[in-house]
C-alpha cells in the first residue's frame, strides 16, 4: 500500500511576459532577417500592449485617468514596465527649454506633476525604452504622446570627462557625446506605485 503523506504539490511557474525585451519599434524590413522581418520582442505593436493594462485596455502610454488625452499635464504613464505594482511615468511638458547636463540633472527633483514629485533625468535604458526605432533617423520621439521633433536630448547615464550622454533622436545612431556645458533637452521620469486604477 502506497504513503501518500509524503507527495508534495508543486506550483507551476508563473508567466512573465515583463522578462522579455521590448519591441523596438521597427516594421519595414530592409535585409533578410534584419529586425524590421523578426520583429522580436513583447508588446503588438510600440504602443500596443499583448495584455491590458490595469485600465482595461491594451494602450501602452496613457493618462492618469487611463485616456490618451494630455491637453495640460503632461505626463504619461507607460504601461510596458507595470510589473504588477509599480508603473514608469514620463514628464515631457518641458520639452522648450536647453540647459547644461548639471542643471537638466536637478531642474524637476523638487517638482509636482500630476500629483507626483521626485522626477529625475531619464537615464540611457528609460529614454530608450521609449524611442521608436521604426522612425530611426526620423525623429524617434516623434509619436503620441510625445510629438516632438527637437533631436538632442541629455540623458544622466554618463562617462567620465567633459563630454557626456545625449540623445540624437533625428540620427542613425541614436547617442551621441556633447560637451556637459552644451544646452540640450530634457526629459524626466519616476517609478509610481499602482493600486488598482491609482497611481502614487
Do not use: H
Amino acid at each position: 500500500m502506497s504513503d501518500n503523506r509524503y507527495i508534495k504539490a508543486v506550483a507551476s511557474a508563473p508567466t512573465l511576459t515583463s522578462a522579455k525585451l521590448m519591441k523596438t519599434g521597427q516594421t519595414v524590413s530592409l535585409l533578410t532577417a534584419d529586425d524590421g522581418a523578426t520583429q522580436r520582442g513583447r508588446l503588438t505593436n510600440f504602443t500596443t500592449l499583448a495584455s491590458n493594462n490595469p485600465f482595461g485596455t491594451t494602450s501602452r502610454f496613457t493618462n492618469k485617468s487611463g485616456g490618451n488625452t494630455y491637453p495640460s499635464i503632461k505626463v504619461t504613464y507607460d504601461w510596458s514596465t507595470y510589473d504588477g505594482s509599480t508603473v514608469l511615468a514620463y514628464y515631457f511638458g518641458d520639452m522648450s527649454s536647453t540647459r547644461p547636463l548639471a542643471t537638466q540633472l536637478t531642474q524637476y527633483t523638487g517638482s509636482t506633476f500630476d500629483g507626483l514629485t521626485s522626477w529625475y533625468l531619464t537615464n540611457f535604458l528609460e529614454m530608450t525604452n521609449i524611442m521608436n526605432f521604426g522612425l530611426i533617423g526620423n525623429y524617434q520621439l516623434n509619436y503620441a504622446p510625445f510629438n516632438t521633433t527637437l533631436r538632442y536630448f541629455w540623458v544622466s547615464t554618463q562617462a567620465a570627462g567633459s563630454n557626456g550622454v545625449a540623445t540624437d533622436l533625428a540620427g542613425s545612431n541614436p547617442f551621441t557625446g556633447s560637451n556637459k556645458a552644451s544646452a540640450l533637452y530634457g526629459m524626466w521620469c519616476r517609478v509610481c506605485n499602482v493600486s488598482g486604477t491609482t497611481i502614487t
